[in-house]
């Protein structure tokens, strides 16, 4: 049986989560959004407990019960006081074995999905994060978007989302981790009569095809009414999980933009002010996932903070990272790595991720050493290796007739394309 | 303190060792003291407190005014180290709102010791996350830090306290980050821009009608000179307390504190004038705003009392009852059964003076704000008649301890609960005596609370209307 368990007596609390292998790049083409849909109306609660009932009977005990769905995974996670720990299993358990997957339930669900598309309209962070993935993987899996939209929510019926939970769920492999005020045997058995079907998860490596960089520098303009402020997101392809670059990128990227006082946050804002916050974020999955830099300037400097940034890109692919920046990233990066494992349920994370998403063990037994070992010539092979300063991707979520024309203008643009905002 | 049912922070777990180490404090004392001639920097012990069942917070106080709170916690190899000015945007004025939080901002700048940007690669450089927050009654700096970064923390905010540089440049880059910050959360954003216009209608004097941002005239108009003033009259020891939580030695920690610390002069700080009394609402204010978003919106804020009312924790159940979870009244009744709202929520204001209890609903596309506004009402109604069961009341507490709990997972959950209510409720170790008065609420004073507080004449309501585009 795949049980982890993370004990802590610092409070009296039980974190439990159900950790599947599957998640939306198992939607079928066309009906994107199943995957969460399917998680969301297990989560309206079991056979012969209405949903009223349902999470009335959670709240009692002190509960919290939650599914989120990831590209790759799905996570039932309930919290409860300790006290009330067995009778939160026991519905926990029901919610796996025995969902209700009403027909009703998935009407409103649907209804709620399809609402929750247009209320997303009003978040221009979410706006532009969704559209940078859609604009940097085309028509890949990872260019999906785990809610779906609105004409693939259409076509999904509760026969879909019953026939999903049969293939990828009912049959029981999964894992179950427990973090917490509860002793190890406490666990098993408990584990052991309540879910006494699992079988071990195998990890989620789906087959999905090599990502390809789109050539050239392409800017999407995702036009917004009345924007004073831009979301900017500048991006390529990053790494794979398996990648040998990953460490090397990671202390790498961590120099560049990864904290306050890296070269990208002191430029864009520290020198500036143009940006409240200025980062840049390294992705790793199965297949070469993305890399980007984030800011927010006003529109009326929008286009000059994306030429610095790709300045400041082009330096750090091209010049490299010097020693003493490398030496601090690596500093920061393990001096902080205490933060990732600080309670019991960051712990148990850590150690579910290795099981389901086929990160390798040493990435978190081994990290300081991991990190401590890069050398500079590493880091700055992978950065060229890696990251492309000529493929970029290049979304700006603004008002268009404010901005259209400077972007055009900015170094090495193929291509500037307008979309609306409320695009489906 | 707790009764066993409590099943709080247990003394019995093996990880709650804190009064092991906490020594006894006359003799702590008398050995930091010892030699020490300067009156700014000898510590007084004040008192200990119990914090849960296990954990001790010992109180203690320098000459020169400043409050120190300890937490020994070592479930975790962390510390975390808060300092809680009692300066806000209620003791800012009008043509210079926003100055508190930018000078948040300025406090990061470069000091007589320190050289610009040498504050976060130094803290950065040790493993430490540092940010601050500001808001109507307050402004924190903390960070969370692996333990040994603890006398770098300690030398760093004591520095900042007494010898930062205020210069042009650095001012007019960091009021240019403000203002993207404003345009961030409040220009381009719905919900910022209604919450302001809730506030400037619902209050007419005081201070609390102004954003904690600032207006954008404002930001722009800030000079060095009015940093500079702002330092002076608010940032010293007497102003402040420091809270340390986590797991560090006691001893050195406080001989770190003293010795950094013990050099700052007793505060200059005028005691700040007591803001305007807010006259009482005596009709509904009813307002419109048009943006461009999908979805109308209704914000409800009604007169709500202190944080430290007595009123205050049965109203805080009401809103659990109404708004607290998927389980709530109102969730089920808009998001569930109606299908009127995708989500709702609602939370009172912790603030020092009476605030606003907030109420959003965020309807669904085509469905008419009357409608909800009646429903809305209906329940208020019905939980001012009926009261709640005493399953939600069970429900609710049993909830704000769920809350309550998570709150103190991590070093720094409960460095901010310990700043927070010695800030606002002048206790840092109150917050057990909020969930002691959870417990207690009933639902007559649900009732009471609900009937007194959510009356319709009392509210303030703006409605996010959808532009045509």
């Not at chain 1, 009912?170 to 079907?197: D, I, M, N, Y």
Request: glycine share 8%; charged share 25%; aromatic share 8%.
């Amino acid at each position: 049986m795949s049980v982890f368990f993370e004990p802590s007596d610092a409070l009296p609390i039980v974190d439990l989560e159900i950790a599947l292998p599957v998640g939306s790049l198992q939607d079928p083409a066309g009906q994107e959004g199943l995957a969460q849909l399917t998680g969301h109306l297990m989560r309206r609660g079991p056979r012969g407990l209405s949903q009223e009932r349902f999470e009335d009977r959670l709240a009692s005990l002190g509960a919290r019960m939650s599914v989120e769905v990831s590209m790759r995974s799905t996570r039932v996670r309930a919290t409860v006081l300790r006290r009330n720990l067995e009778p939160l299993l026991t519905l926990l358990a029901d919610v796996v074995w025995r969902p209700a997957l009403r027909g009703n339930d998935f009407s409103k669900l649907k209804r709620r999905a399809e609402a929750a598309l247009t209320a997303r309209l009003d978040d221009d962070q979410a706006l532009g994060a969704v559209c940078f993935r859609q604009a940097l993987f085309g028509e890949h899996p990872y260019g999906r978007t785990l809610s779906g939209h609105t004409d693939s929510l259409a076509r999904i019926s509760i026969q879909h989302a019953k026939e999903f939970y049969a293939r990828n769920i009912a049959r029981g492999a999964f894992l179950v981790g427990v973090s917490g005020h509860v002793s190890e045997a406490e666990v098993r058995s408990l584990v052991a009569s309540h879910f006494p079907k699992v079988r071990r998860a195998g990890r989620n490596v789906s087959d999905v095809p090599a990502t390809r960089a789109r050539r050239g520098r392409h800017v999407v303009i995702v036009d917004k009414p009345e924007r004073t402020q831009t979301q900017l997101i500048i991006g390529t392809l990053g790494a794979r999980t398996r990648d040998r670059n990953l460490f090397p990128l990671l202390v790498s990227n961590t120099a560049f933009g990864g904290t306050f006082s890296g070269p990208l946050m002191q430029q864009v804002r520290g020198v500036r002010g143009w940006s409240y916050g200025a980062y840049s974020r390294l992705l790793h999955s199965t297949q070469r996932d993305a890399w980007y830099m984030s800011t927010a300037p006003a529109a009326e400097y929008s286009a000059d903070c994306a030429a610095l940034q790709l300045d400041l890109l082009e330096r750090w692919v091209d010049g490299g990272t010097k020693q003493t920046e490398l030496r601090f990233a690596q500093r920061y990066l393990i001096n902080s790595h205490c933060f990732d494992r600080d309670t019991a349920s960051k712990r148990l994370e850590a150690r579910l991720d290795v099981e389901l998403l086929d990160i390798p063990r040493s990435y978190v037994d081994k990290y300081d050493q991991l990190v401590g070992r890069v050398t500079r010539q590493e880091a700055n092979n992978a950065t060229r290796a890696r990251i492309s300063d000529k493929d970029l991707t290049i979304v700006v979520v603004a008002t268009a007739s404010e901005v259209a024309t400077s972007f055009e203008r900015l170094p090495g643009v193929k291509s500037v394309e307008i979309v609306p905002f409320d695009r489906n | 303190m707790g009764s066993s049912e409590g099943n709080r922070l247990d003394p019995n777990w093996p990880g709650n060792h804190a009064l092991a180490f906490m020594g006894a404090p006359e003799v702590l004392i008398d050995r930091l003291n010892r030699g020490v001639r300067r009156r700014n920097a000898r510590w007084t012990f004040v008192r200990d407190q119990a914090f849960g069942d296990a954990l001790k917070l010992r109180r203690l106080r320098l000459g020169n005014g400043l409050t120190v709170l300890l937490l020994v916690d070592r479930s975790a190899p962390t510390v975390s180290y808060h300092t809680w000015f009692r300066v806000g945007s209620r003791n800012e004025r009008p043509g210079k709102t926003g100055l508190a939080h930018l000078f948040e901002h300025l406090m990061f700048s470069e000091t007589r010791n320190h050289p610009h940007g040498e504050f976060d690669r130094l803290m950065e450089g040790a493993g430490a996350e540092a940010n601050a927050a500001t808001w109507t009654d307050w402004t924190c700096y903390y960070e969370n830090a692996p333990r040994d970064a603890l006398p770098l923390l300690i030398e760093l905010e004591a520095d900042r306290m007494s010898n930062l540089v205020l210069r042009v440049p650095q001012v007019t880059s960091e009021k240019e980050v403000v203002a993207n910050e404003r345009k961030l959360r409040v220009d381009d954003d719905v919900e910022g821009k209604a919450l302001e216009m809730l506030y400037d209608n619902a209050f007419r004097r005081h201070p609390y009608r102004w954003p904690t941002i600032g207006s954008m005239q404002d930001i722009r108009g800030f000079t060095v000179r009015d940093c500079q003033e702002f330092y002076r009259t608010h940032y010293a020891p007497g102003n402040a307390t420091v809270v340390i939580a986590g797991d560090f030695n006691e001893q050195k920690a406080l001989s770190h504190v003293q010795k950094h610390y013990g050099g700052l002069s007793a505060s200059r700080a005028a005691k700040p004038p007591t803001p305007a009394k807010e006259p009482s609402q005596r009709g509904e204010r009813v307002l419109q705003l048009t943006a461009p978003t999908p979805t109308e919106k209704l914000l409800i804020g009604y007169r709500a009392p202190s944080f430290s009312d007595p009123h205050t924790p049965a109203l805080v159940i009401a809103n659990e009852v109404l708004f607290g979870g998927t389980s709530s009244r109102l969730h089920r009744l808009f998001c569930l059964d109606q299908e009127v709202a995708l989500s709702v929520r609602g939370s009172i204001s912790p603030f020092i003076d009476p605030g606003l209890f907030e109420m959003w609903i965020f309807l669904r596309e085509g469905k008419p704000k009357e409608d909800a506004l009646a429903l809305l009402d209906g329940e208020i109604d019905r939980l001012g008649c009926d009261g709640p069961s005493r399953r939600e009341l069970d429900k609710a507490i049993n909830q704000l301890e769920l809350s309550f709990l998570h709150s103190m997972e991590t070093a720094g959950g409960k460095a901010e609960q310990i700043g927070f209510y010695e800030t606002v409720a002048n206790d840092g170790a109150a917050v057990f005596d909020r969930l002691a008065a959870y417990r207690n609420v009933s639902a007559d004073d649900v009732k009471r609370a609900v009937t007194k507080y959510l009356r319709r004449s009392r509210r303030t309501r703006v409605e996010i209307l959808r532009k045509a585009s």
